[in-house]
């Protein structure tokens, strides 16, 4: 069988199903075989591997999954899509969830599948617009999926990997390398999809620690105070704290000067263990 993920593969599917690209969705269809394989290529995949996708689309990039993977649990958002797969693939070795993934648990799904696996990864291009809500639920929720490889916005994978005292340094890359080793596998030019996105794009690999070396007293309290020290890039972490706790800024150098930091620096300067070491400090003197 020819492959979907061609230019005038996707092109007759589109018309035979007179599927219409929704925007609201964030429809961008892969059609390189060259990069989809390279794509299945990147994470462990093997016959006693589930894959979780989300977002399959018109099925391009599940094709290769179903070849090489032990089983597919898709999500797939758009009710329209979830038809076309549902006719296009008559494989006993896929699951199709018409759902909104985030608000899926997804754990609890993987354990009604009621298959013997030895590992969990996840391989999707994800919509852009919820790229960042989808990975932190996936980090913060999930006990059973180790491996990410997912297609972002190439923006949104530099910040993702990016390291401290970098313009792409944000709250965002704290959270992300606080649970995960990152890094980009590749970029891919937006010439490749059906349609064309206005921006390139990247696959990001996220292995989700197994440890993580030093952990918090709180994570919401790690978390807040991450988002809260990125509020206004420009301002010192000082300037940003006081804005959000009311503590007094004379008190919070203080703080800062304590734990060996300059009391004038920027977030973007302090490494994930600086912020943990913080957000322990700050929350010691109920500082929430």
């Known amino acids: 069988m020819k492959k979907i993920g061609t230019i005038n593969k996707t092109k007759e599917a589109i018309e035979k199903n007179k599927f219409h690209i929704k925007k609201k969705f964030g429809q961008n269809f892969l059609v390189d075989q060259n990069i989809l394989q390279k794509i299945v290529e990147i994470p462990t995949i093997n016959k006693d591997t589930l894959v979780i996708e989300i977002g399959p689309g018109l099925g391009s ?3 290769y999954l179903l070849e090489k993977s032990l089983h597919v649990l898709a999500y797939e958002i758009d009710s329209e ?11 006993d070795n896929l699951s199709i969830i018409g759902e909104d993934f985030l608000k899926r648990d997804v754990d609890n799904d993987i354990k009604t599948l009621n298959i013997k696996y030895k590992s969990v990864v996840v391989v999707a291009n994800l919509p852009y617009y919820i790229t960042t809500p989808i990975i932190l639920k996936i980090i913060e929720e999930s006990k059973l999926i180790k491996e990410l490889v997912v297609m972002t916005q190439l923006e949104v994978a530099r910040r993702l990997t990016s390291k401290p005292s970098t313009k792409d340094y944000n709250s965002l890359s704290v959270a992300i390398q606080y649970k995960t080793k990152a890094e980009i596998a590749m970029k891919v030019p937006k010439n490749v999809f059906i349609p064309a996105p206005n921006v390139d794009s990247a696959i990001v690999k996220l292995e989700i620690l197994d440890d993580v070396l030093l952990k918090p007293k709180s994570e919401e309290h790690f978390y807040n105070l991450v988002r809260s020290s990125f509020k206004q890039r420009r301002k010192t972490l000082v300037n940003n704290l006081h804005v959000r706790y009311g503590e007094e ?3 919070l150098i203080s703080y800062l000067e304590n734990l060996d930091l ?3 620096i920027r977030a973007e300067n302090l490494s ?3 912020f943990i070491r913080l957000s322990d400090y700050l929350y010691s003197k109920s500082i929430k």
């Open 61 to 63: 990039l599940t094709e």
């Open 81 to 91: 899509l979830v038809r076309i797969l549902s006719e296009t693939f008559q494989e």
């Open 249 to 251: 800024k004379i008190n």
């Open 262 to 264: 300059n009391g004038q």
């Open 272 to 274: 994930v263990r600086d």
